[in-house]
Structures are given as C-alpha cells and as structure tokens.
C-alpha cells in the first residue's frame, strides 16, 4: 500500500511539474510584451530594441519602473500608459499609438487575438474584457522583470 501511495504521489508531482513548465511556456504576458513593445523597448524591456535608435525619444528601461518609483511598481500609471489614459509622446495619439488598436477598447478588434483571450472574455465575448486581460498580462510580465 505504501508502494501504490508512493507510486501515487510521484505520478502527481510530475503532472504539477508538467503543467507548471507549460504554464511558464504559455507566458502570456510575455508574448504580450515580445509583440506589441519590444521592437522599442527591447526584448529584455531594458529600452534598446531593434528601433529605438530612430526614435526621438529613447525607450525607457521598463525593468526599472519600481526602483525609479521608491520600490513599488506603478501598476496604476503603467496600466493608464497602455490602456492610452496617460498620455506619452513617444507612444503617440490614442486614435493611432505605435501599437495600432491591439489594446484600444474596441467594438471589433481589428487583428488576431489569441483564442486564449476569448475564453477567458466570458460568454459575451467582450472586447473590453479581452484588452483589459491583454494589458493586464504584460503588467504582470513586467512586475516580474523588476530590478531590485
């Protein structure tokens, strides 16, 4: 019997594993991030990506967001960035920031959206509730690339 426990238990654990190193393969937020901000900010979000250098105004490194902000991650003024509620030159108008409408409330998203994002909108299939997920990923994504 403790055999069949112990026998249990292991088939357990590696099934958690699995799915734990699918879960950090399925990385939303970074993908999110790969796709719609490292071409400015780099793929390590540091602000070196490959366009940065035609810019105007150079990419901020997005890894130091807390330590420049006493510690704490501005979730709320990097939330506002995103959404187009603050308003960054760089990122220019709301009507057309860099990103087009990928994360812009719309009726009907204009490109591809992960069917991951669907699934999670609900049964209404809100676009509102698939862009607030969009940003929220890459907020995520970028809490857990802060520099100490």
């Not at 490292?38 to 793929?43: E, L, P, R, T, V």
């Not at 602000?47 to 990419?59: A, D, E, T």
């Not at 995103?82 to 409330?105: C, Q, S, Y």
């Not at 209404?124 to 997920?133: D, G, H, M, T």
Request: charged fraction near 20%; hydrophobic fraction near 40%; proline fraction near 8%.
């Amino acid at each position: 019997m403790v055999i069949f426990g112990g026998k249990l238990v292991m088939a357990g654990l590696t099934a958690g594993f699995a799915a734990a190193a699918q879960a950090e393969d399925l990385d939303i937020g970074r993908s999110e991030f790969q796709s719609s901000c490292a071409s400015c900010h780099g793929a390590d979000a540091r602000g070196k990506g490959p366009v940065s250098s035609q810019l105007r105004i150079p990419p901020p490194d997005l890894t130091m967001l807390a330590k420049n902000n006493h510690g704490v991650f501005p979730m709320d003024a990097v939330y506002e960035t995103i959404n187009g509620l603050k308003t960054i030159p760089a990122h220019g108008t709301r009507e057309m920031p860099v990103w087009g409408e990928r994360f812009n409330p719309v009726v009907n998203l204009p490109h591809y959206v992960d069917p991951y994002y669907w699934k999670k909108a609900g049964p209404e299939q809100n676009p509102e509730v698939v862009v607030r997920k969009r940003i929220l990923a890459v907020i995520d994504y970028l809490s857990r690339i802060q520099q100490e």
